[in-house]
């Protein structure tokens, strides 16, 4: 069965300083990896996403996040946070077939300090 | 090109009554999903279409749910009776067919009942 871990259910960094949003997954097929944003009344937004090609993985508003298998983890990045990146982030495996289904972790919110 | 809508946005029952959600998915769109999320948890799958059948509903709560797609476009899924656990929002996301694991989510329906 797949499973995904997201560390920290809260985490706060002051603007301009890294972002680090840690994931690992349990899969026993090799996984399709996303990471979702979700703003304040708004829906999932996807942010980036693997699917075999390139291990490191670029998304929309300077995110990326870097597949390690030997790690089983996809942690999410941005170098220099913005006070618009106040949101909930969402780590979510999906395998290679059948549904398609995904599996969700609890959700990370981030707080962005000025 | 329209997104997933949800309606309604937000729902407030009493106990005992019956609710129901409506999804439309992007035209064109063969996958339908529907997830919850439930105060604090992660998002759960409920259930999967593509088009009109249902292809995985293990997700499905109980058989107080009931999820329909009709001609295979927008999706209604019916609480009854509602019970104070069914309270949470619901997500609805779909995908392209050969696409299946993209999924693009809505905005959600808030339930809450009392």
């Known amino acids: 069965a797949q499973s995904v871990t997201q560390l920290g259910s809260h985490v706060s960094v002051s603007e301009g300083a890294l972002v680090l949003l840690r994931c690992n997954y349990s899969?026993?097929?090799?996984?399709?990896l996303f990471w979702y944003v979700q703003y304040p009344n708004q829906g999932l937004q996807l942010l980036l996403k693997?699917?075999?090609?390139?291990?490191l993985v670029k998304g929309i508003n300077g995110f990326e996040a870097e597949f390690k298998k030997s790690e089983t983890s996809f942690h999410l990045t941005k170098p220099s946070a913005h006070m618009s990146d106040a949101a909930e982030y969402f780590c979510a495996v999906s395998d290679r077939r059948g549904t398609y289904k995904y599996i969700f972790g609890t959700g990370t919110r981030l707080k962005v300090l000025a | 090109e329209a997104g997933v809508t949800q309606f309604p946005s937000h729902s407030v029952i009493e106990k005992g009554q019956t609710v129901t959600l409506r999804c439309d998915p992007i035209?064109?769109?063969?996958?339908l999903y529907w997830y919850r999320r439930v105060m604090g948890k992660e998002i759960k799958f409920l259930l999967h279409f593509v088009k009109e059948s249902k292809q995985d509903e293990s997700g499905m709560p109980n058989n107080r749910f009931l999820a329909e797609r009709t001609g295979g476009t927008y999706s209604t899924l019916k609480v009854q009776p509602a019970e104070l656990e069914d309270s949470g929002v619901y997500f609805c996301a779909s995908s392209l067919a050969g696409s299946s694991y993209e999924q693009y989510f809505g905005p959600g329906t808030r339930l809450t009942v009392t």
């Open positions: 035209s064109g769109h063969d996958n």
């Open positions: 899969s026993s097929v090799p996984p399709y």
């Open positions: 693997y699917t075999s090609a390139a291990t």
